[in-house]
């Protein structure tokens, strides 16, 4: 997709909840993709610690972050 539009309208014809965790210290660009898409009716959010390279700098955060929402507790952390 080449707009974000595009990949909104996508994302906002999803069937099963959808989870984005966006990274406080991301580039003002990809935070604002982020953002985007938690204002969807079907997108849970988890805002956390981190840069795009959340994953490594802040492993240990994210898993707890996301275990709720895989076991079927889809509530806004």
Known sequence: MDEREEFLAGLS?????????VAEQAPPGSKAEMKAMTEL?????????????????????????ILPFLQGNTAPI
């Open 13 to 21: 014809r999803q069937a099963e909840p959808v989870m984005v965790i």
């Open 41 to 65: 009716p079907n997108v849970q959010a988890a805002y956390l610690p981190g840069s795009l390279g959340m994953a490594e700098e802040f492993g240990d955060a994210i898993a707890p972050a």
